[in-house]
C-alpha cells in the first residue's frame, strides 16, 4: 500500500494510528512533535503525511505550510488528525495546504477509508 508519515505527540494515540494504518497495509513511519516531522519527513518520503494540530515544539500548521513551502515535498498530501474541531482551526488547517482535516475520536476503518481515497485521488 502506501508510506504514511505520523506526527502525533501523545503516545497512545501515536500508537493507535499506527496500528490501524498497518492493518490497512501500510508503512509508518511516526515522531512525537513537529520539528522531528521536518526532520524526517525529508528521510522517509511518505506517500501521505499526517499531522495532529497541537505538538511540542512547533504545532502541525507550521509543520504543513512549511512542507507546503518546499519544492521536494509540496505535492505530498497532509491531513490533519486533531480533537481540535473549531471552524477556525479547520480552516487554519485547510489554508496551510492539507487536503483533508479529520476529527478525533476517529473510526479506524473509517480513517483508513478516508485516507485510501486521499491516495487514489493523488494517483
Known sequence: ???????EDEPDIRELIEFTLRYG??????????EEALLEVKKYK?????????????DGIEV????????DLKNIPVVFLSA????????????????????KPFAPEELNKR?????????
Not at 46 to 58: A, E, F, K, N, Q
Request: with cysteine.
Open 46 to 58: 511518505p506517500d501521505l503525511i499526517l499531522l495532529d494540530v497541537r505538538m511540542p515544539v512547533m
Open 25 to 34: 497495509g501500510h508503512e509508518v513511519h511516526s515522531v512525537s512533535n513537529g
Open 1 to 7: 500500500m502506501a508510506r504514511i508519515f505520523i506526527a
Open 115 to 123: 485516507l485510501r481515497e486521499i491516495l487514489e485521488r493523488k494517483a
Open 64 to 71: 504543513c505550510k512549511r512542507i507546503k513551502a518546499d519544492q
Open 84 to 103: 481540535k474541531g473549531q471552524t477556525n482551526e479547520i480552516n487554519a488547517g485547510l489554508g496551510a495546504g492539507a487536503v483533508e482535516y479529520l476529527l
